[in-house]
C-alpha cells in the first residue's frame, strides 16, 4: 500500500476519534496499524486501533469499533 495513502487513512482514523473525547496528544500518541487483510471477507482494511482504544478507554473492542465505522461513514 502506498505511504502517503496509508498515512491518510490514518489520519482519517485519528480524526473519527473526536467522538471519545479523548485529549489530541493521547490521539496522536497512539501507535495504529493499518494492514490489508488476506482475506477479502474481511474487507478491505485492518486495524488495530479499537484494540488500542479498548484498554485506554475500558470498554469491549468489538463496541469501539462499530463505533469507529459509525463515525467514519458520516
Known amino acids: 500500500m502506498h505511504r502517503s495513502f496509508r498515512l491518510n487513512i490514518i489520519s ?3 480524526d473519527s476519534l473526536d467522538i ?3 485529549p489530541r496528544e493521547k490521539v496522536q500518541s497512539l501507535c ?3 494492514d490489508v487483510p ?3 471477507s474481511f474487507g478491505d482494511f485492518s486495524s488495530n486501533l479499537a ?3 479498548s484498554s485506554e478507554l475500558n470498554k469491549s473492542a468489538p463496541i469501539l469499533a ?3 465505522v459509525a463515525q467514519l461513514k458520516k
Do not use: G
Open 20 to 22: 471519545f473525547r479523548l
Open 38 to 40: 488476506k482475506n477479502e
Open 12 to 14: 482519517y482514523l485519528r
Open 66 to 68: 462499530e463505533s469507529i
Open 32 to 34: 495504529i496499524q493499518l
Open 51 to 53: 484494540l488500542k482504544l
